[in-house]
């Protein structure tokens, strides 16, 4: 079999998501047409209206699906990246009539390994939140005498993320919403615990609210998820922190080749919907 899969050079997450997707595939054994037609076709992150009806489309296309209703209109077979985005989809009456995939991008485990050499007690990984959460966060941690490492999004490398997580015992999320959140689960390949910080709403430029969470893919193994700072929660979290085993939850769900096995499982569940 020939996939398909159409793509448009990105950064961040989107860039990511093709990346990984792509080194899934090459474990797994598929061949690939870049960019060209192939026996089943995904298009990732490009809106064009010039593809087989039955293309897997998304992610990455749009936030809310009234964004592009042309797009909606064309296509039939959409993937989302977490059960709270499908839900959000769903909510729309254009996408009453069509198949809404979930399916989340796998992550490197050979690459994000752990290599401890702790220097400090925790990394804050801040992104999407107010500078007055950080600047309350960081007093409540120099008052009680716990390190840190800060990493801003947008503001360091991928070799500067592997160093600082393998220097600290544990990481706090202050994050916004995340549609799967590639980074913090990186972080759990690296065996490292995560106090999450949760935002539990989504609010679109548009007026949309949606239910929503920071940590789409999260277990009792990954760590402890939380509305507020408080430090005796995160007490309690540190003093159970060989506990947890947030690499273990990886591998068992989220490596490169799972995710690609379940992508290619959504096209031929395609492939076999248009042979009836």
Request: glycine residues 6%; proline residues 3%; aromatic residues 12%.
């Amino acid at each position: 079999m020939k996939l398909g899969l159409f793509y448009n050079t990105a950064a961040g997450g989107p860039g990511k998501v093709i990346s990984n997707l792509v080194l899934g595939l090459n474990k797994i054994g598929i061949d690939i047409n870049h960019n060209d037609i192939g026996d089943v076709n995904g298009c990732l992150n490009q809106i064009r209206f010039d593809l087989p009806k039955n293309i897997l489309m998304g992610p990455n296309l749009f936030v809310i699906p009234t964004d592009n209703i042309q797009l909606i209109n064309k296509y039939d077979n959409f993937v989302v990246p977490s059960e709270w985005v499908y839900d959000k989809y769903k909510s729309f009456d254009i996408m009453k009539n069509k198949n809404i995939f979930i399916w989340s991008v796998g992550i490197d485990t050979d690459r994000f390994v752990p290599h401890k050499n702790i220097k400090k007690d925790c990394l804050i990984y801040f992104k999407n939140r107010s500078d007055s959460e950080l600047s309350l966060l960081i007093n409540d941690l120099d008052s009680n005498g716990i390190s840190y490492h800060l990493l801003r999004y947008g503001g360091y490398t991928e070799e500067e993320l592997i160093s600082k997580v393998n220097e600290v015992k544990s990481v706090i999320l202050l994050v916004g919403t995340e549609s799967q959140g590639i980074a913090y689960m990186e972080m759990l390949s690296m065996n490292t615990p995560c106090y999450v910080i949760n935002k539990n709403c989504f609010d679109y430029i548009a007026g949309y609210l949606f239910k929503a969470i920071s940590v789409p893919y999260f277990d009792d193994l990954c760590g402890m998820i939380v509305d507020k700072f408080d430090i005796n929660s995160f007490r309690i979290f540190i003093n159970n922190l060989n506990s947890y085993s947030p690499r273990e939850y990886i591998l068992k769900n989220h490596t490169l080749e799972i995710s690609a096995k379940k992508y290619i499982e959504i096209l031929d569940y395609q492939k076999m919907e248009d042979l009836k």
